[in-house]
């Protein structure tokens, strides 16, 4: 890698950690802490009670999808030279997830309002309030498992970059096309059968972490190297 590609992989390195850690945060943490499946009561509960992480959830998911507006323009910028059509691709994917990933912002922004929003919403019982913003949380579940297709599709061509490219191992290459396939499977098993979701999403951890982070890895590491020679 010239010092032009070595400055860019490192900058798609800080750009990818600083998408996945609120990722992890507003995507795992949050919903296992304050969302109880089938129990609009207790999740309602714990919604009111806990409104700073609530919150700080809404500002993870923001912060990590304007992130990944930019993350695959650098990635584009150090694959373009290896084939510009799948690089494109690339970005194409991500671009198009974005405008689902940000909308159902709303859904979640609008099941705390149900709960503590304006007084003309006392025309509902508390109870059917509760159970509003349950249906309200659930619809932003399932905008991302629609948002999660696109997140898994953009890895494919990146992962065929990384393997068409003489710069990059051609293992994480691999490594990424599965994480991809794995996120899109996972995606359309919670959407056509979603009382298999959790086992094929826990399968799917396996390839999507080796993936991800071999990947995350190298661009760090990849610099480094780079740099020393």
Same mark, same amino acid.
């Given at each position: 890698m010239n010092p032009e590609q070595t400055r860019t992989a490192r900058l798609a390195g800080v750009l990818y950690l600083l998408m996945g850690l609120p990722g992890v945060f507003y995507l795992q943490y949050v919903p296992r802490t304050l969302i109880v499946r089938g129990d609009a009561s207790a999740t309602a509960e714990r919604m009111l009670s806990s409104e700073p992480l609530f919150r700080l959830g809404l500002a993870a998911e923001l912060m990590s999808n304007l992130i990944f507006i930019v993350t695959p323009l650098v990635l584009y910028q150090l694959f373009k030279g290896v084939d510009y059509r799948k690089a494109a691709l690339m970005v194409i994917f991500v671009l198009v997830s974005i405008p689902i990933s940000l909308v159902i912002v709303v859904f979640e922004t609008a099941a705390f309002n149900m709960l503590t929003g304006p007084d003309y919403l006392s025309v509902f019982a508390q109870g059917q309030r509760e159970a509003l913003a349950l249906l309200l949380v659930g619809l932003h579940g399932r905008g991302l498992d629609i948002a999660e297709i696109f997140w898994g *599709?953009? *890895?494919?061509?990146?992962?065929?970059?990384?393997?068409?490219?003489?710069?990059?191992?051609?293992?994480?290459? &691999?490594?990424?096309?599965?994480? /991809?396939? !794995?996120?899109?499977?996972? #995606?359309?098993?919670?959407?056509?059968?979603?009382?298999?979701?959790?086992?094929? !999403?826990?399968? !799917?951890?396996?390839?999507? /972490?080796? /993936?991800?982070?071999? $990947?995350? &890895?190298?661009? $760090? &590491? #990849? /610099?480094r190297r780079s740099s020393r020679t």
């Open positions: *599709l953009w *890895l494919v061509p990146l992962g065929l970059l990384v393997y068409e490219s003489r710069f990059a191992p051609r293992a994480i290459g &691999v490594l990424l096309i599965a994480a /991809g396939i !794995a996120y899109v499977m996972t #995606a359309f098993t919670a959407v056509l059968v979603p009382q298999y979701s959790s086992t094929v !999403a826990l399968v !799917a951890v396996v390839p999507e /972490g080796l /993936g991800e982070v071999s $990947f995350l &890895v190298w661009l $760090f &590491v #990849a /610099g």
